[in-house]
């Protein structure tokens, strides 16, 4: 995590990750996504106001998904479960799952079955999302973080006085996500490059 200006700030996304990896385990949830493609999250966050303008590959479906939805009962077969099952072979895509194969499954082995979006190849088990709608959710099928962590908190029968902190905590991150308040990257750039004594020369003096 990149140090934040203020400890309100380094508090927040401390709380945020603690929070999101409670999540996780609890609601066992599949972030999975190519390890090309966390690259290319990479590749990306590092351009100017990436945090308010760009795109990355986010999962679409971090949990299995219920009768009706799009994609229910197309078998899912995760790129990694070969290696993480010990599988010797991997079922062909498009297989209807067997109901009672799946019901005798732990939580955990579960997630072999997990269907993507229609299709049901690993390209469709993730899309570019924006920071936003990674954090605050998109459409009718990806909730968002902050909204998961919210469930999770309620879940959990957080005391309010609690959660009126951590509520601020995750407010800061939304606007963040939004762009309403800049990142400290952004603040620092506009700083020196409005400073009377800047020159646009890319020297920064004492």
């Known amino acids: 995590m990149e140090m934040q200006l203020t400890d309100f700030e380094n508090a927040a996304f401390t709380v945020f990750i603690v929070l999101l990896t409670r999540v996780i385990l609890t609601f066992d949830l599949n972030l999975y996504v190519p390890l090309s493609r966390v690259d290319a999250n990479m590749q990306r966050a590092h351009s ?14 971090m949990a299995p998904l219920e009768e009706g939805d799009d ?4 078998e899912y077969t995760s790129m990694f479960s070969k290696v993480a099952n010990g599988q010797s072979e991997i079922k062909s ?5 067997d109901e009672e194969e799946k019901k005798s499954a732990s939580v955990g082995a579960q997630r072999r079955f997990t269907p993507f979006a229609t299709g049901s190849e690993e390209e469709n088990s993730y899309e570019e999302m924006t920071m936003a709608e990674i954090m605050m959710g998109k459409g009718d099928y990806f909730p968002g973080l902050i909204p998961l962590i919210y469930a999770y908190l309620d879940h ?20 963040r996500a939004t762009g309403e308040l800049v990142t400290p ?16 020369d890319s020297v920064v003096t004492d």
């Open 48 to 61: 100017r106001d990436a945090c308010a303008k760009g795109k990355f590959f986010f999962r679409r479906h």
């Open 71 to 74: 994609g229910f009962g197309i």
């Open 156 to 175: 959990i029968n957080c005391d309010s006085a609690t959660l009126q902190r951590i509520s601020q905590y995750l407010d800061l991150i939304q606007k």
């Open 185 to 200: 990257a952004a603040w620092m750039r506009n700083f020196i490059r409005n400073h009377n004594d800047y020159k646009g």
């Open 93 to 97: 895509p498009g297989t209807v799952v």
